[in-house]
């Protein structure tokens, strides 16, 4: 990927057919400075109002991606993105005559097209990458959706889809590089069921749609009357089903052209972030929904700085508070300290250490045959280093306490056994306001993940001091 900023040469024009409202219009690619990202510009409005195209200006993800803002939208704007996050453009005004993005035959074809004929431009600035430094994942178990960022050094997917039907089951997608798109990614359209496409039709939502614009899978029975009401809806002399599950509209690009639809969806949704991710994505059943709660929750991850401090630690270093000092400062007594030295403390984190002993009292009763910290105390534990963070922000600490208000998100990765070191990296999530602290934390032994989660704690006076 480049380090330098892009954007397009001059400017260039595409007209066409929105696939939900049926507005046809135009939609130009205009030149932008360092810094301007991308923005779409409602031209056909009054004071032509600029929207953002960012993860926060999302609205609704019922299919496709829009964005607005004060009741201003976009709609559809998923395969224009990926194109341009696929050209490596990072700053481009979008005019539109219309309020949605044409639909053109379902992909990002024309819109790759449309920048190689003007060409990109250099810019001086240094392009601002979202570095992956530790995994990300966002989960549905119910509905077997999976989104998952892992450090890598380029922007790579994985997509792995399964509608459980004969027509279109298990199907996987990879794109290397972002340098892939243009060929292996960017030709390939959008599909529908044919039920799917009849209840849209029914219900006048795909006033913009014909089968030039969408692979249709078939999986079910249908009847040469059917296909010929379809035929005529569509303006089409004859409509028939393939061998391969879908309707005679064209010809697949690729055998796992779903797949690969889905891959496209992914990298324009998640270009809504703002900046190009360096990082492996891997989705297993995406979609827009999907594809925008995950990007807002890589967005929310930076934000609170949860790229926490990690391994190696030096814990042979002269500890910033011993066992007396902490003592000090905290109210509890063993055997209920359970944190043993802090190794860093600035206005931002700490780092602090728990000896596991065999000697510690609960593993008297707690798995006595094979010895394990109890995942409670494990939080315990990093509660109270959490509570030193927190009095650290106050002067004269010795006269306040910290009472948990919240904790959530707490995942157990690895047994925590006699004889372990366990280091507890927390960070500031966001300004101390009103005495309320709020906080990401994670708990390593060695350069093992074994713990984290999120504490919300507040600083309250002593009422006898």
Not at 68 to 90: M, P, R
């Amino acid at each position: 990927m480049s380090e330098k900023q892009k954007t397009i040469s001059k400017p260039v024009t595409i007209q066409g057919l929105g696939l939900h409202t049926g507005q046809t219009g135009n939609m130009t690619f205009n030149p932008a400075p360092a810094n301007h990202g991308i923005k779409f510009r409602r031209i056909d409005l009054d004071n032509k109002p600029i929207i953002d195209a960012h993860i926060d200006n999302v609205v609704s993800t019922a299919r496709g991606t829009t964005i607005g803002v004060n009741g201003v939208l976009v709609y559809t704007i998923e395969h224009v993105l990926a194109a341009f996050a696929g050209k490596g453009i990072d700053n481009v005004m979008i005019d539109l005559d219309m309020e949605e993005i044409p639909i053109m035959d379902g992909s990002s074809r024309h819109f790759i097209k449309a920048i190689e004929e003007v060409g990109t431009k250099m810019l001086a600035a240094k392009r601002d990458f979202i570095v992956i430094k530790e995994p990300i994942e966002y989960e549905i178990p119910d509905k077997k959706i999976k989104m998952l960022v892992e450090p890598a050094n380029d922007f790579s997917v994985s997509v792995v889809i399964n509608y459980e039907s004969k027509v279109l089951g298990e199907q996987v997608a990879r794109m290397r590089t972002i340098d892939d798109f243009a060929d292996e990614i960017s030709t390939c359209r959008t599909f529908v069921f044919l039920h799917e496409l009849e209840f849209l039709l029914k219900n006048n939502l795909i006033k913009g749609g014909d089968l030039s614009n969408a692979i249709v899978f078939v999986n079910r029975r249908v009847n040469q009357s059917e296909l010929d009401r379809l035929a005529e809806l569509f303006n089409k002399p004859k409509v028939k089903v393939k061998n391969e599950g879908i309707l005679n509209n064209l010809d697949l690009n690729f055998e796992n052209e779903p797949a690969r639809h889905k891959l496209l969806d992914v990298v324009g949704d998640l270009a809504l972030l703002g900046k190009p991710i360096k990082g492996h994505i891997t989705a297993y059943r995406p979609g827009h929904q999907t594809n925008t709660e995950f990007a807002k929750i890589i967005q929310k991850k930076l934000n609170n700085k949860i790229m926490l401090k990690k391994p190696p630690f030096d814990v042979y270093a002269e500890p910033v508070y011993d066992i007396n000092q902490i003592k000090a400062i905290l109210p509890h007594r063993p055997p209920f300290l359970l944190v043993d030295r802090v190794l860093e403390l600035t206005d931002d984190h700490i780092v602090a250490s728990k000896n596991v002993s065999m000697n510690e009292p609960f593993f008297v009763g707690h798995f006595p045959d094979e010895p394990i910290m109890p995942g409670v105390l494990q939080v315990e534990a990093m509660a109270q280093a959490g509570g030193i963070f927190v009095l650290n922000q106050v002067e004269n600490p010795e006269l306040y306490s910290t009472y948990f208000l919240k904790i959530n998100d707490v995942r157990f990765r690895s047994k925590v056994v006699p004889g372990d070191v366990l280091i507890f990296s927390i960070e500031l999530s966001a300004p101390i306001k009103r005495g309320i602290c709020s906080m990401n934390g994670k708990a390593y032994v060695g350069n093992k993940l074994v713990m984290e989660g999120q504490l919300t704690a507040q600083i309250v006076k002593n009422k006898d001091k």
